[in-house]
C-alpha cells in the first residue's frame, strides 16, 4: 500500500542546468497533478494528467517546462535551462478520478525541494 | 498562478483554545476541501465539502461551505499540540478536479 513518492527529495542545481523530477503515482490512479510551492506560499497548479495525455498544462510557467507520463503510471517533470526564481518544492498527486466525486481525493507525495544557485 | 485569499495569515494560541480561519474566492467552486501540511510532508485532506451550505464535521474539524459557493471557513476547537502545521483551503475546478490552493493559515499552539 505505497503512497505517491517523488524523487529525488531535494536537488540543488546551477542556474542554467536541466532537471528531471519524478513522480510514482498510486498504484491505478488514473489522474496525476504537478504543482509547485514556493518558500512559504501556496501551491500553485502546473500541469494535470489523464492516463498518458495532459489535458490541462494552463499551470506550466514558461516553455522551459515540460512534463511527460508513460504508462499511464510514472511522471517527469522537466525544467531546461533552470533559473533561480525556479526555486521551489514540486509537488505530485494523484487520484482515481473515476467520476464519483468521493474517489476523487488527491493524494500528495512528500516533494521535491529544488534550490537553483 | 490564482491563489485564493485565506486568512489569517498566521496564529498563535495556547492548547485548548479553539481557532477559527477562512478563505474567499472571486470564483464560484462546487467542491471546497481544506488540507494540513506539515514540515517536509505534502498536504492531506481534513475535510471535504460538495454542496452549498453544508456544514461538516471530522472530529475537532468543523467546515462549511459558503452559500454563494465562494467562500468556506475551517475551525477547530480544543487545540492540541500536533494541530501545529499549515492548513490551507483549496476550490476544486469542475472539470479536471485540479486544485486551486489558499495561501494558507500557518498555527502554532503553546503549551
Known amino acids: 500500500g505505497a503512497g505517491v513518492s517523488q524523487s529525488p527529495s531535494n536537488k540543488v542545481t546551477e542556474k542554467g542546468k536541466d532537471v528531471e523530477l519524478r513522480c510514482d503515482p498510486i498504484?491505478?490512479?488514473?489522474?496525476l497533478y504537478w504543482y509547485r510551492q514556493s518558500l512559504g506560499q501556496g501551491l500553485e497548479f502546473l500541469i494535470y494528467f489523464q492516463g498518458n495525455s495532459a489535458p490541462d498544462k494552463s499551470g506550466l510557467p514558461s516553455d522551459r517546462f515540460s512534463a511527460e507520463r508513460t504508462g499511464g503510471s510514472v511522471s517527469t517533470l522537466t525544467i531546461q535551462r533552470t533559473q533561480q526564481e525556479d526555486s521551489a518544492v514540486y509537488l505530485c498527486?494523484?487520484?482515481?478520478?473515476?467520476?464519483?466525486?468521493?474517489?476523487?481525493?488527491?493524494?500528495f507525495g512528500p516533494g521535491t525541494r529544488l534550490t537553483v544557485l | 498562478g490564482q491563489q485564493l485569499n485565506q486568512s489569517p495569515q498566521s496564529m498563535f494560541i495556547q492548547e485548548g483554545e479553539d481557532v477559527s480561519m477562512n478563505c474567499t474566492s472571486s470564483?464560484?467552486?462546487?467542491?471546497w476541501l481544506w488540507y494540513k501540511q506539515d514540515p517536509g510532508e505534502g498536504p492531506v485532506l481534513l475535510i471535504a465539502l460538495y454542496k452549498a451550505g453544508e456544514l461538516t464535521s471530522n472530529g475537532r474539524l468543523t467546515a462549511q461551505f459558503g452559500i454563494t459557493r465562494k467562500d468556506s471557513f475551517l475551525n477547530i476547537s480544543a487545540s492540541i499540540p500536533s494541530d501545529v502545521g499549515i492548513y490551507f483551503c483549496?476550490?476544486?475546478?469542475?472539470?479536471?478536479?485540479?486544485?486551486?490552493f489558499g495561501t494558507g493559515t500557518r498555527l502554532q499552539v503553546f503549551p
Open positions: 498527486a494523484s487520484s482515481l478520478r473515476s467520476g464519483r466525486t468521493a474517489q476523487n481525493e488527491q493524494f
Open positions: 483549496a476550490g476544486q475546478d469542475r472539470n479536471t478536479d485540479k486544485l486551486i
Open positions: 498504484s491505478g490512479h488514473t489522474a
Open positions: 470564483s464560484i467552486f462546487n467542491t
